[in-house]
């Protein structure tokens, strides 16, 4: 079982900043491929990017290209999200996700990944 604990949300000003982490205990991270989404109220939960366990790739919605950014460390078991220029319409509960080891699927769907954190609320005021 790998269990996935989100940190870092918060409240921010239109155009700031913000960096997720993910967390993960149970398991080793680096044979997982690692995905992020987001869920606004009323909406369905939405990709927002990934990083395969090698980190030799990387994917990104069209809305979040080119200010998003995904890492990881996999000797800290850590995935991280960097956010910038962000806008009201990022505002969503964002949730990280691990798929199973070494699997190899198109990362973009929420029945790639297996196991999910809890979420943590990034709210962005304009």
């Known amino acids: 079982q790998v269990q996935l604990v989100e940190s870092g949300g918060g409240l921010v000003q239109a155009g700031g900043s913000l960096r997720l982490s993910c967390a993960a205990s149970?398991?080793?991270?680096?044979?997982?491929?690692m995905g992020w989404f987001r869920q606004a109220p009323g909406r369905e939960r939405e990709f927002v990017g990934a990083?395969?366990?090698?980190?030799?790739?990387?994917n990104y919605a069209d809305s979040v290209k080119a200010r998003f950014t995904i890492s990881r460390d996999n000797a800290k078991n850590t995935v991280y999200l960097q956010m910038n220029s962000l806008q009201p319409e990022d505002t969503a509960v964002y949730y990280c996700?691990?798929?199973?080891?070494?699997?190899?699927?198109?990362?973009?769907?929420?029945?790639?990944?297996?196991?999910w954190g809890q979420g943590t609320q990034v709210t962005v005021s304009s």
């Open positions: 996700a691990a798929t199973q080891p070494f699997y190899i699927g198109s990362y973009v769907t929420r029945r790639d990944y297996t196991y």
């Open positions: 149970g398991r080793t991270l680096s044979s997982f491929t």
């Open positions: 990083i395969t366990w090698s980190a030799a790739n990387t």
